[in-house]
């Protein structure tokens, strides 16, 4: 039987309905693979981003562990550090309150006398040295350590270090010698002061590890370049250690520490101070044979020149005072030192506790016509400190010298003591011979003015 009309048109919207199922069944298939792609391309791209993840997790955990390395190695090296500066610190402190005691013990007799306070005075320099090592480190790490170059003769900073350490060669019976530059040139340019830390840094630690033989500096010139070597018969260095010599408190292990003692910090000052003036500082040694230290600076136009160069005159040795001194100064002790060093030396002295009694006197004497000579101002005391002080004077028209007399020795206080108006600086320990020469300086130079 043959389908009407109306069975082939339901047929055909059957067949439609069907085929849009179809078509939706495709379509959702389609959709349902697209979504699976982009959730596997976000999967892919979550996966890459867990690895990058991971990977800097693992790389800051790198980063941190050696962080931590090093933190640890800091605070171990800064254990040592304090233990050694403790030890350091108190051995001299050890001998000088304990002699001290004994000079004033009733049965010390007048022959012990010179001996006790020599060797007061001898560990009181070596507490200083101490003290300069820590600070001039700390002032070479932050930059603040500058060198001045001057015109200077070599073989009289060879000279001074050879007299310097002498007395403990002889005690050791150990040789010390000194060959100077083959062609007699002597003059150089450089820093001194510098010159002989340096020297007196490396032939001190030889002299540490050195209990037979002798050690030597001798000196060339070559290519504009000043070299000494620093040889020795001592104990010698392992190589793997011999870098490690020239890190800040560090030695070539502990058992050296204990053995012989210090701070570690004088052949890394060394180096560095080397470098500033325009060298280098490097070690070759033999377990058993020795070590040689060569120091390199640059020895400057000056090193151009042949002969010696003058000596400074050391007539200030004995030198007099006929002047007027007022010292500002709180510390009790301190005033009877200095008053005594000043009187001792000829000077006519007033001293005064604190910046405001300073002002006063001062002025006091120079509307009374008899100004003082020179004025000696320590820059920390009560009521009213040097720096207020010295600036109120020069804004009160008062001209006379003043001093700074102070234990600030920072990078950066000279200049602050010149910059509040004082026309010289003299840092604290108070080194006799250059207090008396500084005052008798100025002093001339307030005569000379008066005179013109």
Same mark, same amino acid.
């Not at 050195?210 to 392992?238: K, M």
């Not at 005072?321 to 008053?339: K, T």
């Given at each position: 039987?043959?389908?009407?009309?109306?069975?082939?048109?339901?047929?055909?919207?059957?067949?439609?309905?069907?085929?849009?199922?179809?078509?939706?069944?495709?379509?959702?298939? #389609?959709? /349902?693979? +697209?979504?699976? !792609?982009? *959730?596997?391309?976000?999967?892919? @791209?979550? $996966?890459?981003? %867990?690895? &990058?993840?991971?990977?800097?997790?693992?790389?800051?955990?790198?980063?941190?562990?050696?962080?931590?390395?090093?933190?640890? #190695?800091? /605070?171990? +090296?800064?254990? !040592?550090? *304090?233990?050694?500066?403790?030890? @350091?610190? $108190?051995?001299? %402190?050890? &001998?000088?309150?304990?002699?001290?005691?004994?000079?004033?013990?009733?049965?010390?007799?007048?022959?012990?006398?010179?001996?006790?306070? /020599?060797?007061?005075?001898?560990?009181?320099?070596?507490?200083?040295?101490?003290?300069?090592?820590?600070?001039?480190?700390?002032?070479?790490?932050?930059?603040?350590?500058?060198?001045?170059?001057?015109?200077?003769?070599?073989?009289?900073?060879?000279?001074?270090?050879?007299?310097?350490?002498?007395?403990?060669?002889?005690?050791?019976?150990?040789?010390?010698?000194?060959?100077?530059?083959?062609?007699?040139?002597?003059?150089?340019?450089?820093?001194?002061?510098?010159?002989?830390?340096?020297?007196?840094?490396?032939?001190?630690?030889?002299?540490?590890?050195?209990?037979?033989?002798?050690?030597?500096?001798?000196?060339?010139?070559?290519?504009?370049?000043?070299?000494?070597?620093?040889?020795?018969?001592?104990?010698?260095?392992?190589?793997?250690?011999?870098?490690?010599?020239?890190?800040?408190?560090?030695?070539?292990?502990?058992?050296?520490?204990?053995?012989?003692?210090?701070?570690?910090?004088?052949?890394?000052?060394?180096?560095?101070?080397?470098?500033?003036?325009?060298?280098?500082?490097?070690?070759?040694?033999?377990?058993?044979?020795?070590?040689?230290?060569?120091?390199?600076?640059?020895?400057?136009?000056?090193?151009?020149?042949?002969?010696?160069?003058?000596?400074?005159?050391?007539?200030?040795?004995?030198?007099?005072?006929?002047?007027?001194?007022?010292?500002?100064?709180?510390?009790?002790?301190?005033?009877?030192?200095?008053?005594?060093?000043?009187?001792?030396?000829?000077?006519?002295?007033?001293?005064?506790?604190?910046?405001?009694?300073?002002?006063?006197?001062?002025?006091?004497?120079?509307?009374?016509?008899?100004?003082?000579?020179?004025?000696?101002?320590?820059?920390?005391?009560?009521?009213?400190?040097?720096?207020?002080?010295?600036?109120?004077?020069?804004?009160?028209?008062?001209?006379?010298?003043?001093?700074?007399?102070?234990?600030?020795?920072?990078?950066?206080?000279?200049?602050?003591?010149?910059?509040?108006?004082?026309?010289?600086?003299?840092?604290?320990?108070?080194?006799?011979?250059?207090?008396?020469?500084?005052?008798?300086?100025?002093?001339?130079?307030?005569?000379?003015?008066?005179?013109?």
């Amino acid at each position: 039987m043959q389908p009407t009309e109306q069975q082939l048109q339901d047929r055909i919207r059957h067949l439609e309905l069907e085929n849009s199922e179809l078509q939706a069944k495709v379509e959702g298939v #389609a959709n /349902a693979n +697209a979504n699976a !792609v982009e *959730l596997m391309i976000e999967l892919e @791209e979550t $996966r890459q981003a %867990l690895e &990058a993840r991971n990977a800097q997790i693992t790389e800051q955990k790198d980063t941190l562990s050696v962080a931590l390395e090093k933190a640890e #190695a800091a /605070a171990r +090296a800064k254990s !040592v550090f *304090l233990a050694n500066m403790s030890h @350091e610190v $108190r051995t001299p %402190l050890t &001998a000088i309150l304990g002699f001290t005691d004994m000079l004033l013990d009733p049965e010390t007799t007048p022959e012990e006398l010179a001996s006790l306070v /020599a060797t007061i005075s001898r560990n009181s320099r070596h507490l200083l040295t101490v003290i300069n090592d820590i600070l001039d480190a700390s002032k070479i790490e932050a930059g603040k350590l500058a060198v001045e170059l001057v015109p200077c003769s070599l073989s009289v900073i060879l000279g001074d270090v050879a007299e310097f350490f002498r007395p403990g060669a002889n005690v050791k019976k150990i040789e010390l010698c000194v060959d100077g530059p083959s062609n007699a040139r002597d003059s150089i340019e450089s820093d001194p002061a510098r010159l002989r830390q340096i020297l007196v840094n490396v032939v001190g630690n030889s002299m540490k590890f050195t209990e037979v033989g002798e050690i030597r500096l001798s000196a060339e010139f070559e290519a504009g370049q000043l070299i000494i070597d620093v040889s020795d018969t001592g104990i010698g260095i392992p190589s793997d250690k011999l870098e490690a010599v020239f890190d800040p408190f560090t030695q070539a292990d502990n058992s050296t520490t204990r053995q012989f003692g210090g701070t570690g910090l004088g052949l890394s000052i060394a180096r560095r101070l080397s470098e500033m003036l325009g060298g280098s500082l490097s070690m070759t040694s033999e377990v058993g044979r020795g070590t040689t230290t060569r120091i390199e600076i640059c020895a400057g136009s000056a090193g151009d020149e042949t002969g010696p160069v003058p000596k400074e005159d050391d007539s200030h040795d004995a030198t007099t005072l006929d002047c007027r001194v007022l010292v500002a100064e709180d510390g009790p002790d301190n005033q009877r030192l200095i008053r005594m060093l000043l009187e001792r030396a000829g000077a006519d002295v007033k001293v005064v506790e604190n910046g405001a009694l300073a002002c006063e006197e001062a002025l006091r004497a120079k509307d009374s016509d008899r100004p003082y000579d020179v004025i000696l101002m320590d820059m920390q005391m009560p009521v009213l400190d040097g720096y207020s002080a010295t600036r109120r004077l020069r804004a009160n028209n008062y001209s006379g010298p003043i001093a700074a007399l102070t234990a600030h020795a920072m990078t950066g206080d000279r200049q602050r003591c010149l910059d509040c108006g004082c026309d010289e600086f003299l840092s604290k320990p108070i080194d006799r011979k250059k207090l008396i020469q500084l005052v008798h300086t100025m002093a001339n130079s307030t005569l000379d003015r008066s005179v013109s």
